[in-house]
C-alpha cells in the first residue's frame, strides 16, 4: 500500500475500475471471486462398498462399519472418500471444509449426493467461499463374514450346545436370551437338534465369547477339541477346527428334587424336597411348604450331580381348581434359614380339587403352597400330584409312603383360555416370540417327522404357558404385540387393569413390544407396496423406519429435501467473505 504525503492512495480494479486497495493481483474481491475456483483438486465423484448382505459400509483394509443412511456416521465416512480436503496447495494454501449436507437423491439411482462448502484464502486478506455437490457411487461388495457364508467347510470353531432332557422348553428360553443381547451375531449357520444347537463361527474368538455368554446365563460345562487340517512346515502354520460341547444342566425349572441330606444342610438347611424355581447361571431351589429359597452353583452341581425325582412334563401336570385359600403364619424355627419377608407373604394353605374329579367325587385336598397368593377360589392351577406317583430313589419313596410328603405342590397358575381349555387358547395370546433362523438337520419322513413336529409344538405351547406365569422369566425375554393385543389398545383398554391386585405375574400389555412382523401374508394391498417400494433404497428396506429428512436432523446435519434438490446447483460461484467459518461456529455439530 502507498503512501503519498501521509495519505492512502487506492488503486482501480483491473477489470471493474472501481477503486481499491493495491494488492498482487490488482482485482477487488468479487472479481476475483469470479475468476477463482476455490474447489479445484477436489474430487466431485467417489465410490463407496456397501455390503448388500449385512448392509455395511466398506471403511478400509478389511473393516466394514453399520451405519444408517442420513446419519452422521455415513456422512463422516464419505468425507474420507473426498480426496483434496484439508490439504494445502501448491503455494501453501489451505482449503477448509466449514459445512456439509445432505441433498435428496433417487432412491433407486444408487447415488449418494453432499453439499460441501470450502473456504480459502487466495491472496492475503482475502478469504473466498464456494459450495459444491459431490455425488457418491454405491457399488455391492461382498464382506469377509458374508462370503464365508455361502462357502463349505469356511467355519473355524463350532459351539454344540447340548442338554439330555427330553423336552426343549430349556433351549426355547436359551434362545430368547440369545436373542435379546445378540449372542448370535458373527455365527455363519446354526443347525438345530432335538437335544441342542450348533452354532458356527468363523474364528475362535467368536466362539469364546459366546461360550462366555452361556456360561452367564445357564450352569455349563464344557469340553474342547481341536482337529489339524493344513500345516506348512516351512513358515511353521498349522490350520486348525475347534469344536466346543456345552453340555447344559439337565434340571430345568419346575422339577421336582429330593436333595441328599448333606447338600441340603450346606444349602442353608433347606428341606430335601424342593422346586426348581429357575436357572440361571445358578440353580434356583424353593421349599414349596415354606417359601425358604436357596442357591447351587453350577460347581456344585456338577462335582455331585443329582436327578429330579419328578421331571416337568404335561404327562406329569394335573390340573387343579381352586376351592378356597388361607394366610399362612410360619414360626419361626432359629436351626433354619428363615425365609424372605417377601415370601412368607407369598405363602397359604389352598383347598384344591382335581379338575377331572368334578361331578365325581367330592375329594379335598388342603396344602400350602409358595404359589397361594396368586390364587382365588374358582382359579385353575397345574401341579404333582405324589399319591399316584412312585419315586425312583429310594429314600424319597419310603418318605412318600410313610406320609412326610404332601399330597399335592402346586406349580403355576394359568391363565386365559388355558385355564378355560379354550380350542383356540393360543392364538387369544396377547404376545408372541422371536425365533432363531435355524436350519433343522435332523428332517425325517412319514410318522417320525410329524411326531417330532407334534412333540416340538407341545413343547412351544409348554415354554409359553410358564411365559405367562412367571414375571422374572420375561424380564430377560422381548415379547411382541399380537393382533390381539393391538386391539385391546385401539378398544382403550388400561395396560395396568389387573383381576386380583395380589397377582403380579400376569402378562400386561405394558410389557410388549411392537415392531415384530413375522408374515405379512398374501393379501396384501398393492398400493402400499408401491410406496414401500419408493423406500427401498440400494437394498435396504426402510419400511417402519424415520421419513426423509429426520435422521439428518436427529443428527444435526443440513438436509436438502426432494423439492429443493432440483434447485441446487453443482457448483456455485464462489463469494468472498471476512474470516474462515464465523457464520457456521455457533452451530451445534462441526465435523472433525
Excluded at 513358515?235 to 477346527?241: A, D, L, V
Aim: net charge negative; with cysteine.
Amino acid at each position: 500500500m502507498a503512501l503519498v504525503g501521509g495519505t492512502m492512495v487506492n488503486v482501480l480494479c483491473c477489470m471493474c475500475g472501481i477503486p481499491i486497495a493495491p494488492n498482487a493481483s490488482n482485482s477487488c474481491p468479487s472479481c476475483l471471486a469470479s475468476i477463482s475456483d476455490v474447489t479445484r483438486g477436489i474430487s466431485t465423484e467417489s465410490i463407496l462398498h456397501q455390503c448388500r448382505g449385512c448392509q455395511r459400509w466398506h471403511m478400509d483394509a478389511g473393516k466394514w462399519m453399520a451405519c444408517e443412511l442420513e446419519s452422521r456416521e455415513l456422512m463422516s465416512l464419505c468425507l474420507k472418500n473426498v480426496s483434496g480436503l484439508n490439504k494445502a496447495g501448491v503455494h501453501g494454501e489451505m482449503t477448509r471444509l466449514v459445512d456439509a449436507g445432505w441433498v435428496w437423491s433417487e432412491p433407486h439411482s444408487m447415488r449418494l449426493k453432499v453439499r460441501l462448502t470450502v473456504q480459502k484464502e487466495v491472496q492475503s486478506g482475502t478469504i473466498l467461499q464456494q459450495s459444491f455437490v459431490v455425488v457418491f457411487v454405491v457399488r455391492n461388495q461382498q464382506c469377509i463374514e458374508c462370503q464365508a457364508e455361502f462357502r463349505q467347510g469356511s467355519w473355524v470353531s463350532v459351539v454344540q450346545v447340548r442338554q439330555r432332557v427330553g423336552h426343549k422348553r430349556t433351549f426355547l428360553y436359551l434362545e430368547q436370551l440369545i436373542l435379546k443381547h445378540g449372542a448370535h451375531r458373527g455365527a455363519l449357520n446354526i443347525e438345530a437338534f432335538r437335544d441342542g444347537m450348533d452354532f458356527y463361527f468363523p474364528d475362535k474368538g467368536k466362539a469364546a465369547r459366546f461360550i462366555t455368554f452361556l456360561e452367564n446365563v445357564v450352569p455349563i460345562k464344557c469340553k474342547a477339541s481341536k482337529k489339524l487340517i493344513s500345516t506348512d512346515d516351512k513358515s511353521n502354520i498349522s490350520n486348525y477346527k475347534y469344536t466346543n460341547l456345552v453340555e447344559i444342566c439337565p434340571l430345568c425349572k419346575e422339577d421336582l428334587l429330593c436333595l441328599p441330606a448333606k447338600m441340603a444342610r450346606n444349602l442353608g438347611n433347606i428341606s430335601r424336597l424342593c422346586l426348581v424355581k429357575n436357572i440361571t447361571n445358578n440353580i434356583h431351589l424353593i421349599d414349596p411348604l415354606t417359601g425358604q429359597t436357596a442357591q447351587m452353583s453350577g460347581e456344585v452341581f456338577w462335582r455331585e450331580p443329582i436327578r429330579p425325582i419328578i421331571t416337568a412334563a404335561r404327562s406329569r401336570f394335573v390340573r387343579y381348581i381352586v376351592l378356597g385359600k388361607d394366610a399362612v403364619i410360619l414360626e419361626r424355627n432359629v436351626s433354619r434359614k428363615s425365609a424372605t419377608r417377601r415370601n412368607k407373604a407369598k405363602l397359604a394353605t389352598l383347598t384344591v380339587a382335581k379338575e377331572a374329579d368334578l361331578g365325581i367325587n367330592d375329594v379335598q385336598i388342603e396344602e400350602r403352597s409358595h404359589v397361594g397368593y396368586l390364587m382365588k377360589s374358582g382359579d385353575i392351577g397345574v401341579g404333582y400330584d405324589l399319591t399316584d406317583v412312585q419315586f425312583v430313589d429310594d429314600e424319597a419313596e419310603e418318605a412318600r409312603a410313610a406320609g412326610k410328603y404332601p399330597d399335592v405342590i402346586m406349580l403355576r397358575k394359568l391363565y386365559g383360555g388355558v385355564a378355560t381349555n379354550e380350542s383356540d387358547a393360543a392364538r387369544q395370546r396377547m404376545f408372541k416370540l422371536q425365533k432363531l433362523e435355524a436350519d433343522n438337520v435332523e428332517a425325517a419322513k412319514d410318522k417320525k417327522a410329524k411326531k417330532d413336529k407334534e412333540n416340538d409344538d407341545m413343547d412351544e405351547e409348554d415354554f409359553l404357558r410358564e411365559v405367562e406365569a412367571d414375571k422374572e422369566m420375561r424380564i430377560n425375554m422381548n415379547l411382541y404385540k399380537t393382533e390381539i393385543a393391538m386391539k385391546k389398545l385401539e378398544g382403550g383398554e388400561n395396560a395396568s387393569v389387573d383381576e386380583d391386585d395380589d397377582d403380579d405375574q400376569q402378562v400386561k400389555l405394558d410389557e410388549l413390544l411392537d415392531g415384530l412382523v413375522l408374515d405379512d401374508g398374501p393379501d396384501k394391498d398393492m398400493k402400499d407396496v408401491e410406496l414401500d417400494e419408493d423406500l427401498l433404497w440400494g437394498g435396504i428396506d426402510q419400511i417402519g423406519m424415520l421419513e426423509e429428512g429426520e435422521k439428518a436432523a436427529k443428527d444435526g446435519i443440513a438436509y436438502t429435501g426432494r423439492e429443493d434438490a432440483q434447485n441446487v446447483k453443482e457448483k456455485d460461484s464462489a463469494m468472498p467473505v471476512q474470516s474462515f467459518g464465523q457464520q457456521y461456529m455457533d452451530k451445534k455439530f462441526t465435523f472433525k
